[in-house]
C-alpha cells in the first residue's frame, strides 16, 4: 500500500508563486508514474499534470502550461508542483495522485490512478 501526502498549500496573491509536495511512504515510489489534480467549490475534480515514473515524460493541462511545472525525485520519494504566477483561478484544493506503471507513461484520467493524498489548500488572491 501507498499513502501519499501533500503540504505546501497556503494564501498568496494573484502573481505569486508556491511549490507543493507530495511525499509517499514505500519503497515503490520509483515505479509510480504521478499527478496532480485540483477541485474547487462546486467543480469537478480536474486534472493538472502528470509525470511518469522515471521523470522523463510531463504532461500538463493547457490552464497551466507555461506557469506549472511539475518534477519528482525518486531519491526523496517526492513530487513537486512548482506554481509561478498564480491566479485567482488556481484556487483549490490540490490532489496527488499516484499509479504502478511499468512504462514512462503519463495519465491524465483521475480513473487512471490508484493513489490519492488527502489534499492541500491553495487560496490565491486578487
Known amino acids: 500500500q501507498v499513502q501519499l501526502v501533500e503540504s505546501g498549500g497556503r494564501l498568496v496573491q494573484a502573481g505569486g508563486s508556491l511549490r507543493l509536495s507530495c511525499t509517499a511512504s514505500?519503497?515503490?515510489?520509483?515505479?509510480?508514474?504521478m499527478g496532480w489534480f485540483r477541485q474547487a467549490p462546486g467543480k469537478e475534480r480536474e486534472f493538472v499534470a502528470a509525470?511518469?515514473?522515471?521523470?522523463?515524460?510531463?504532461y500538463a493541462a493547457d490552464s497551466v502550461k507555461g506557469r506549472f511545472t511539475i518534477s519528482k525525485d525518486n531519491a526523496e520519494n517526492t513530487m513537486y508542483l512548482q506554481m509561478n504566477n498564480l491566479k485567482p483561478e488556481d484556487t483549490a484544493v490540490y490532489y496527488c495522485a499516484g499509479t504502478r506503471s511499468p512504462l514512462s507513461y503519463v495519465f491524465k484520467s483521475r480513473d487512471r490512478y490508484d493513489y490519492w493524498g488527502q489534499g492541500t489548500q491553495v487560496t490565491v488572491s486578487s
Open positions: 514505500g519503497r515503490t515510489f520509483s515505479g509510480l508514474a
Open positions: 509525470i511518469s515514473r522515471s521523470g522523463s515524460s510531463i
